[in-house]
C-alpha cells in the first residue's frame, strides 16, 4: 500500500514539476508587468486636482485629453479636423484622435457602462498609459523567446521592466501621449512579421501554388502574414508617421530576398509574406484616409501608396529572380541589379512625383539619419539629436546598450556559430539598426530603441549559456547539475545587464524616477490666465455682440474644407503666443490659438513677436487674419496682399509668459531670422566691484513687440492693453547656468520670494540702471526684470485723443503727453504714456486703456482686471528730458466703447500753472 502511495506521489511531482516547466514563464511576466504597472503609477496622486481640473505632464497630453473628450461625445468616431486650433484655418489633426484615443475612450465606456462621466475619462486616462506600459511586456517576451528560448524571453521583459529612460518617463501616469501606444503596436507588429516569416519559411509558398489556386497549402501562410498587414495597419493607425515602418520592412525585404536568391533559396516564401502583409496594410490604411496629401502626419494616401509598393517590389523581386535564372544569370549579380533599379526608381519618382519623393527624403533625414536637422528642428528639444550619444544610451539602458551590439553581432554570424538562419534573424538586424540610428536622430526615439535592447539581448545571453553548456530549459533538473564555473560566468552576465540599472550603482533607478513624475510646470503656471480667459472673454463668435457662438460648438463635428481652411462665423477670433502654448488655450482657455505644437503657423507668430515697432506687428497680425504670407514679407508686401481683402477674423489677444522673454526666445527668434545673436550685445556689467563683459539683449531685442508688450506693459502702444496677469512672479534676464553665462533666461519665483516682489523688483530696475549684475536673489543676473509669469494683452482700436490749442507760445517741437496709472488685479500699478507731435497746435494721439469699464462678455466684449485708477492727465510740453516745460494740461475720461470702436474724443487743455 505504501509501496503504491510513493508510486502516486512520484508521479503528481512529475506532473507539478512539468507544469511549472511549461508554464512558469506566465506567473513571471505577470509580476513583471505588475511592477511595470507599480512603478508607473506611483505618482499618480499628483495629477488628481481638488477641484477636478485636469493635471498633466507634458505639452501634447493636454491635446490628447480634448480628443479623449471629443470622442467620448461623438463615439465612436475621433476628431479629424479642429477649429479650435490654428486659427484663421483651423487644423486637421491626423496624430491625434487616433487609435490610442479610442482604446482609452472604450474603456471608459466599460467602467461608465456607456456613459462615462469626466472624472471617469480622467481616471482611465492616467492608467491607460502604465496598463499599455506594462503590456508590451507580451510581444517583447514572445519576440525573446523567438530569438533566445523562454530565459532569453524572461530576460528581455526584465531589461524592458528596468529600463530607466525615456520609454519610462513617457509612460507614467499624466503622461497622456500616443508614444506608449506606438511602442506597443510597433512590437506587435515587428512580432506578427517574424511569426508570418518563419510559418512561410515552414510552409514554402511558391508562385506555383499560387496559379494552381492551392488554398490548403496556402492557408496558414496567407492567414498569419495577412495577420502581420493587420498588426502594421493598427501601429499606423496609432501613428501616421509610423509609415517609417513600412519603410524599415521595405529595406528588410529588400536585403532578405537578395540574401535567399544568393543562398540558393527561393525568394518567393519571403516574398509571398511581403506581397500579402504588405497589400493587407494598404487596404487597410486606404480605408483610413482624411486628407488628400503625402503629409507624414495625416491619414492620407501615402500610407497606402508605400505599402502597395513595398507589396509590388516583393512580388517584382520574385519575378525578377525567375527571369535570372532562366537566363542562367550568376546570382552574384542580382543584389546589384536590385540597387541599380531602386536608384532608377527613386530618380523616377523624383520627376514624376516630387511631392512623394520629397515627404519620403525629408522623412529619412529628421527621422531616421542623424544628419541634415534644420534650424527649427532643433527648436524642438525632443527632436534635436543627443549631445553624447555614448552617455545617452547608457543614461537610458546602461550595460544593455553594448551587449544588445554583441548581440547583433552574434545574430549576423549565427549560421558560424551553429545556429539556423532565419529571416526574422534578419528582420530584426535591420529594425535594431535602424532604431539605432533614429535614437541618434532624435532624442525622443529611445523609446522606440527600448524594444531592440530588451529583445536582442534574449539573443546575447542564449549565446552565452550556449557557450557555456548552460541548460537553464531543462528544467529544475538541469538547474541541479549546473557546475561552479557556470554559476560565476552567468552572475557575472547578470551583473553586466542589471548592474547598472539597480542600485548602489544606477544613478536612478527605474522606480525612482517614476516616483519623481509631476505636472507639467507649463499647464500649473498658465492654468489662472487660460482659466481667467474662458471666463472673462466673450466665446469665439461672439465678439462684438455677433452671437455665433453656436456655430463653433466645442465638441462640434466639422467637414474638412476641400481648401483645408475654415471659414470662421462672424465675431471668432484668434489668441497670439508662441506654439508651445497652443493646446493649453484650447483645453484649459477654451479659445483658439494661432499656433499650437503641431508647429502650425510658427514662422508667423515669431514674425509677430520679433516685430520691431507696432505699424509692423499690426500688419503682421492683419495678415495672418486675411491668411496670407507674412513670416518674410516686407511691409510694402503685405500692404499689397491686404489690398482689397475683406477678411473679418482677428486675432484679439495676445499671451506671453516669462519663458517666452527668456529662454524660449532663442528658438522663437530663429523661426523667421535674423537669428538670435542679432538682438544680443556685449555690454560691460559691474560684478563684485570689477567689470566683466556678458552677452545681454540689444536694443533690437527691446524693440520687439514681445518686449514691448511683456517688460513694457504695452507702454507706449497704440492698439495694444494688458488686461490680465497672473499672481505669481518670475524673473527674466541674463543668468549663469551650468554650462555658463546665458543671455536670456527666466525662473519663476516660490512662494516666499512672490512675498517680496516690489523689493526685488526695485533691487532688479536698480541693477540694469547701475549696469550692475544683482546677486539679491541668490545668482548672478543682469538686465533683469520681474514680472508676472504670465501676461494677457488685448488687442483694440484705441481711442483718438484730439484737441487743439493756441501755438504762439509754443516751440516747434511741442510734445503731447498722456499718462494713466492702472492697476491689476493682483494688485500691482504701473503708469501708461503716451506721446505725439504737436502740429500747428492740434495734436492726435490714441490711448489703448479706459477709464471705466462698462462693457463686458455680455456685451462681446472683455471684461478686463486691469483698471484705471485715474482719468488719463494730458500735458504739452516743451524741452525733452528733466527740462520739460508744461504749457498746457489737463485731463481726459475715456469709456470703454471708444476704446472698442475707435472713436475720437476732443479734449480741452488749460495753460499749465506750474
Not at 470622442?71 to 477649429?83: C, G, I, K, L, Q
Not at 499647464?523 to 469665439?540: D, I, K, V, Y
Not at 527666466?746 to 512662494?751: G, M
Request: proline fraction near 4%; aromatic fraction near 12%.
Amino acid at each position: 500500500m505504501s509501496t503504491d502511495t510513493e508510486h502516486v506521489d512520484e508521479a503528481a511531482e512529475t506532473s507539478v514539476l512539468d507544469t511549472w516547466e511549461e508554464w512558469y514563464h506566465i506567473p513571471i511576466i505577470g509580476i513583471v508587468m505588475l511592477f511595470m504597472i507599480w512603478v508607473r503609477t506611483q505618482s499618480y496622486d499628483r495629477f488628481v486636482t481638488d477641484d477636478g481640473t485636469p493635471a498633466l505632464a507634458a505639452v501634447d497630453s493636454w491635446y490628447h485629453w480634448r480628443t479623449v473628450q471629443w470622442t467620448a461625445e461623438n463615439y465612436p468616431w475621433t476628431m479629424p479636423f479642429d477649429v479650435w486650433t490654428g486659427f484663421p484655418t483651423g487644423r486637421y489633426v491626423g496624430q491625434f484622435g487616433t487609435l490610442f484615443d479610442q482604446l482609452i475612450v472604450t474603456a471608459a465606456m466599460v467602467v461608465g457602462l456607456g456613459d462615462p462621466s469626466t472624472e471617469t475619462l480622467y481616471t482611465v486616462s492616467l492608467l491607460a498609459v502604465p496598463v499599455m506600459a506594462a503590456l508590451v511586456a507580451i510581444p517583447v517576451f514572445y519576440m525573446g523567446r523567438r530569438l533566445g528560448g523562454t530565459i532569453g524571453g524572461l530576460l528581455s521583459v526584465v531589461l524592458l521592466a528596468l529600463a530607466p529612460g525615456t520609454f519610462l518617463y513617457r509612460t507614467t501616469a499624466g503622461q497622456l501621449q500616443h508614444h506608449v501606444a506606438e511602442v506597443l503596436f510597433m512590437a506587435l507588429a515587428v512580432l506578427a512579421m517574424m511569426v508570418a516569416l518563419r510559418v512561410a519559411e515552414r510552409e514554402k509558398p511558391i508562385y506555383e501554388l499560387v496559379v494552381d489556386g492551392d488554398w490548403a497549402a496556402l492557408r496558414t501562410p496567407a492567414i498569419y502574414s495577412a495577420l502581420a498587414g493587420v498588426a502594421l495597419s493598427l501601429y499606423i493607425w496609432v501613428w501616421p508617421p509610423g509609415v517609417v515602418l513600412i519603410g524599415i520592412f521595405a529595406v528588410f525585404f529588400t536585403v532578405q530576398l537578395c540574401l535567399d536568391y544568393v543562398r540558393g533559396i527561393s525568394p518567393d516564401h519571403v516574398a509571398f509574406v511581403g506581397a500579402v502583409s504588405l497589400g493587407v496594410t494598404a487596404i487597410v490604411t486606404a480605408l483610413l484616409i482624411e486628407e488628400w496629401s503625402t503629409s507624414t502626419t495625416s491619414f492620407g494616401y501615402l500610407q497606402p501608396i508605400s505599402a502597395a509598393l513595398v507589396a509590388a517590389g516583393c512580388l517584382f523581386m520574385a519575378w525578377l529572380a525567375r527571369q535570372w535564372n532562366r537566363r542562367s544569370i550568376d546570382p552574384i549579380y542580382y543584389p546589384a541589379a536590385i540597387g541599380g533599379l531602386l536608384f532608377v526608381a527613386f530618380g523616377a519618382m523624383a520627376l514624376a512625383l516630387p511631392d512623394l519623393f520629397g515627404t519620403l527624403s525629408d522623412n529619412l533625414v529628421r527621422r531616421l539619419i542623424p544628419i541634415g536637422a534644420t534650424e527649427t528642428d532643433m527648436t524642438i528639444s525632443e527632436a534635436q539629436p543627443p549631445e553624447d550619444f555614448n552617455s545617452h544610451v547608457f543614461s537610458e539602458f546602461g550595460m544593455a546598450f553594448y551587449t544588445m551590439l554583441a548581440g547583433l553581432a552574434l545574430l549576423a554570424l549565427g549560421p558560424l556559430l551553429g545556429r539556423t538562419y532565419r529571416a526574422e534573424h534578419t528582420l530584426i538586424l535591420v529594425w535594431s539598426l535602424f532604431l539605432i540610428s533614429m535614437a541618434a536622430t532624435q532624442v525622443r526615439f529611445a523609446y522606440y530603441l527600448v524594444l531592440a535592447v530588451a529583445v536582442v539581448n534574449a539573443v546575447f545571453v542564449s549565446d552565452v549559456i550556449r557557450l557555456f553548456n548552460l541548460d537553464l530549459e531543462g528544467g529544475v533538473r538541469s538547474i541541479r547539475e549546473i557546475e561552479t564555473y557556470q554559476v560565476i560566468t552567468l552572475l557575472l552576465v547578470v551583473m553586466l545587464l542589471f548592474a547598472p540599472l539597480l542600485p548602489p550603482v544606477a544613478a536612478g533607478t527605474a522606480w525612482d524616477r517614476g516616483a519623481a513624475a509631476f505636472p507639467s510646470d507649463d499647464g500649473q503656471t498658465w492654468e489662472e490666465s487660460n482659466h481667467w480667459l474662458q471666463e472673462n472673454t466673450p466665446a469665439p463668435g461672439d465678439w462684438g455682440g455677433a452671437d455665433n457662438a453656436s456655430d463653433l460648438e466645442y465638441y462640434g463635428t466639422y467637414d474638412y474644407p476641400e481648401d483645408g481652411n475654415y471659414e470662421y462665423p462672424v465675431g471668432a477670433y484668434g489668441v497670439m503666443s508662441w506654439w508651445d502654448y497652443g493646446h493649453l488655450i484650447t483645453v484649459q482657455g477654451e479659445r483658439i490659438p494661432h499656433s499650437n505644437p503641431f508647429q502650425q503657423n510658427a514662422r508667423s507668430s515669431s514674425a509677430f513677436l520679433t516685430a520691431q515697432s507696432e505699424e509692423r506687428g499690426e500688419l503682421i497680425m492683419d495678415g495672418i487674419a486675411a491668411d496670407v504670407s507674412v513670416s518674410n514679407a516686407s511691409d510694402e508686401e503685405i500692404e499689397r496682399q491686404l489690398e482689397g481683402n475683406d477678411s473679418h477674423e482677428e486675432l484679439r489677444y495676445v499671451m506671453i509668459d516669462h519663458k517666452m522673454a527668456g529662454g524660449k526666445f532663442g528658438a522663437i527668434s530663429t523661426w523667421t531670422g535674423p537669428g538670435y545673436g542679432a538682438y544680443l550685445e556685449q555690454n560691460q556689467y559691474q560684478i563684485n566691484g570689477e567689470e566683466e563683459t556678458l552677452h545681454g539683449p540689444g536694443e533690437a531685442y527691446y524693440d520687439t513687440m514681445l518686449a514691448s508688450l511683456y517688460l513694457e506693459d504695452a507702454d507706449g502702444l497704440e492698439h495694444y492693453r494688458l488686461v490680465h496677469e497672473a499672481d505669481d512672479y518670475a524673473v527674466v534676464g541674463g543668468m549663469l547656468g551650468n554650462d555658463g553665462p546665458v543671455p536670456r533666461n527666466s525662473f519663476a519665483l516660490d512662494d516666499g520670494w512672490n512675498e517680496n516682489t516690489e523689493q526685488i523688483r526695485d533691487n532688479l530696475a536698480q541693477s540694469r540702471e547701475d549696469g550692475a549684475v544683482d546677486q539679491s536673489l541668490g545668482g548672478a543676473i543682469w538686465d533683469g526684470h520681474l514680472a508676472s509669469s504670465v501676461k494677457t494683452f488685448e488687442r483694440v482700436e484705441g481711442a483718438t485723443l484730439t484737441g487743439t490749442v493756441d501755438d504762439s507760445a509754443l516751440d516747434e517741437e511741442a510734445t503731447v503727453y498722456a499718462e494713466i496709472e492702472l492697476e491689476t488685479a493682483p494688485g500691482r500699478t504701473f503708469t501708461y504714456t503716451q506721446e505725439a507731435d504737436v502740429e500747428d497746435g492740434a495734436f492726435e494721439l490714441t490711448v489703448p486703456y479706459a477709464t471705466n469699464d462698462e462693457l463686458g462678455t455680455d456685451d462681446g466684449y472683455t471684461d478686463s482686471s486691469v483698471e484705471a485708477l485715474e482719468e488719463y492727465e494730458i500735458v504739452i510740453a516743451t524741452g525733452d528730458g528733466d527740462d520739460l516745460e508744461r504749457q498746457y494740461a489737463g485731463t481726459a475720461s475715456v469709456p470703454e466703447t471708444a476704446v472698442v470702436d475707435g472713436d475720437s474724443i476732443d479734449v480741452t487743455l488749460e495753460e499749465a500753472t506750474d
